[in-house]
């Protein structure tokens, strides 16, 4: 089965992209491998079969796979939902996956849901209710869980804490790891007014298992988290200060909307390469 | 913030923020105007929030809002794009409005579930438009043959030996347009004109599956889909070949009956039946020829009725 990283080779950042059905094809057709690893949105893979099946049947005898969700919601008052956590289980099981992750978030109440990912109060008893949900996830998947930070738009008047301590508190409190997306560092210390180096100097490293970076749009007033763009260049730049920060972490390049030829994508993937192995090897002048 | 007062404030949010659009976002979403005056559950839901040095509670909400109708509208226009061909842009997103008030996404649905009732709602919104509920059940049917499961397939060697069923994704309709027609139509970008819309055919039967993971349609012969829907019922083949008998050709019953499960074993839409759906079956049941045969002499010599177009 394919890892992330491979024993004995030299430090390297493995980085891979979010796995798109349009690229699926290129990606099959080609001799070697085009990125390190593959992330896979969960509930699109998550069906009996048909073409996303094969793909991942395919792709998982050749590259790492990790399962991505978007609607676990270990946020929601009402609880996570235990169908959808079957389906994760059977995902994360054909696939092999050394962990899953998800948002820290909510996104369904009363039984409806959104499908959008929505910020909670970062309060000691929201902390409290997430660790709990997502212990129980653990369980359930029979493997490791990671909680992403989501982009956002508003914030709770009843926020106690800053996202960043929110984010720490539930994972230590869960035991679980983090999927940092700088993107989304970036894009919520635009809208709430907060300086996105003081975010990554108080994420806890050692829980952090994955790295996130994507492209966002700028409208009138904020940042929309968009994903159908170029990483922007100062999420480049807290890219860099993230890995200096946390060593060579797996890193995906989402691109969700207006999906480009693989080429495209592959050329982030490679800017994202080149901006690891020069913070990896001034790292490792600075250890010699 | 207790787990109650969250989960109740997580309730009214929701409630807010799947509240019909107004003012501008009506038009950024594509949709007609409408009443402009926002919900007081939104503005409730905004004194819960904290502004931004750019924008106040109600309008960081109002993101929230617009993303959340556009991201389902836009789902909808990606799953039925034929339908959306047929009734036009504007027609197609003041539907999905209506559609996503009446019936608003379940927890427990996944995202390609969303438009799975949009056919029931279009039947009984707009019953005369017939045309345009049965082009939106081929898509639905479209959706559920990519992704459903294959089944165990019979092979045709032990057909009769076990109850049957249909694979997962064969989906069968039985249609008074020829949405397969219109879908061609709409796939090619040709007008909107009454003739491609209503045609003047025959009851149309179809087959929508898929094949080398590709979807795709097919039409069937009346006494086919009678015997493909009774499979699906009850598992039973001398059940399916009796009820199929009214509409067999009057000659070459038995030749068709065999090309049929040819086709049908081969394409792997024949399947075991799950266990506990399994109905009794006798043990004379058991020879599926001895049935082909039988059915297939019934109507060889004894059928009135009248071959039907394909």
Known sequence: ?288 | MSPDDLRARQRELLDALTRPLTGASRARAGLPPGDDEPATCVARAAAWLAPSATLDPAARLEIYRRQYWLRLLGALADDFPALRWLLGPAVFAALAERYLLAHPPARADALVELGAALPAFLAATLPAAIHAHELARLEAAWLRAFTAGDGAPVPAAALGQAPLALAPHVNLLACRTAPDRLWLRARAGGPRTRRAIVGATPRVYLAVFRADLARDVVRLHPAAYTILASLAVDGSLPAALARAAPHMPARGGAALVRSWFGAWTARGWLVYRQASAVPSISRSDASAGAIVAAIASQSDHGSSQKPLAR
């Open chain 1, 1 to 288: 089965m394919p890892t992330w990283s491979q024993p004995g080779a030299p430090r390297r950042c493995p980085i891979g992209l979010g796995l798109r059905a349009a690229h699926v094809e290129a990606i099959l057709a080609s001799p070697t491998p085009v990125v390190d690893g593959f992330e896979i949105l969960a509930e699109n893979y998550d069906g009996d079969g048909g073409r996303p099946r094969d793909a991942l049947a395919q792709l998982g005898a050749r590259y790492p796979l990790v399962p991505h969700a978007v609607s676990t919601y270990v946020g929601a008052a009402d609880g996570v939902d235990r169908a959808q956590l079957r389906r994760l289980r059977r995902l994360a099981d054909a696939v092999d996956a050394p962990w899953v992750t998800d948002h820290l978030c909510w996104g369904a109440a009363g039984g409806r849901t959104s499908h959008d990912l929505l910020p909670l109060p970062c309060t000691p008893a929201v902390v409290r209710l997430c660790a709990d949900a997502i212990r129980a996830v653990q369980d359930a998947l029979g493997r490791p869980f990671a909680i992403e930070n989501v982009s956002s738009y508003l914030a709770w008047r009843e926020s106690t804490m800053p996202e960043w301590e929110f984010v720490a508190a539930v994972a230590d409190a869960a035991d679980c790891g983090i999927l940092l997306d700088v993107n989304n560092v970036y894009v919520a210390a635009v809208n709430h007014g907060f300086d996105p180096r003081t975010y990554l100097a108080q994420v806890p490293a050692a829980r952090v298992v994955q790295l996130h970076l994507a492209g966002h749009t700028v409208e009138d007033g904020y940042l929309l988290d968009t994903h159908d763009q170029p990483v922007a260049d100062p999420v480049w730049a807290l890219y860099a200060e993230a890995l200096a920060r946390l060593g060579p972490i797996p890193t995906i390049i989402e691109w969700d909307g207006d999906v480009p030829p693989l080429e495209v994508a592959l050329a982030e993937v490679a800017r994202a390469r080149a901006i690891a192995d020069r913070v990896l090897a001034a790292e490792a002048r600075d250890v010699a």
